[in-house]
């Protein structure tokens, strides 16, 4: 007779949740996500954290202000990698227009959302998804956490 076989602990774990496009909706994003993080074990104040959420926020906004179609939500996908040591971010909407890079000026007020992922992100980018839209991604790294003394 063969042993039981037990399954190993997986290092991935994930939270998804559709939201209104409207601005609520986005706060509710950011700070639903910032509550999962803390629940992983990156309080708010570690860089992993604050990353995660300022990125979660600027894809959630530019889901809500470039990607709203009337009477359709955005979705957000968090999957926690620890194996791999990332956290990545999924926000799809069901607007086919892609986020473009824009050099605002020191003057404007908005343009700089894809410019603050693109420097907080280790990778980010975007795919198409079954039905009309498409999903934003970006991957941030979690601080390695070293034991003192070593």
């Known amino acids: 007779m063969s042993a039981p076989r037990t399954q190993s602990p997986t290092s ?8 209104s496009a409207t601005r609520r909706g986005a706060r509710l994003a950011r700070l639903l996500a910032a509550h999962q993080l803390t629940e992983w074990g990156h309080p708010h104040g570690t860089e992993a954290h604050d990353t995660v959420a300022l990125v979660v926020a600027e894809l959630a906004a530019n889901a809500v202000l470039h990607g709203r179609v009337p009477g ?7 999957s926690l990698d620890e194996s ?5 971010i999924e926000v799809t909407d069901t607007h ?3 986020p473009t890079r824009l ?11 894809v410019l ?7 990778d980010w980018g975007v795919r ?15 601080a390695r956490h070293t034991q003192p003394g070593l």
């Open 103 to 113: 050099t605002p000026g020191p003057d404007e007020d908005g343009g700089r959302g």
């Open 72 to 78: 359709r939500d955005f979705a957000l996908l968090l």
């Open 84 to 88: 791999r040591g990332v956290v990545r």
């Open 12 to 19: 991935a774990r994930t939270f998804a949740q559709r939201f």
């Open 96 to 98: 086919p227009a892609r």
């Open 116 to 122: 603050l992922v693109d420097a907080l992100a280790a």
């Open 128 to 142: 198409d998804r079954p039905g009309p839209g498409k999903t934003v991604w970006a991957e941030c790294a979690l």
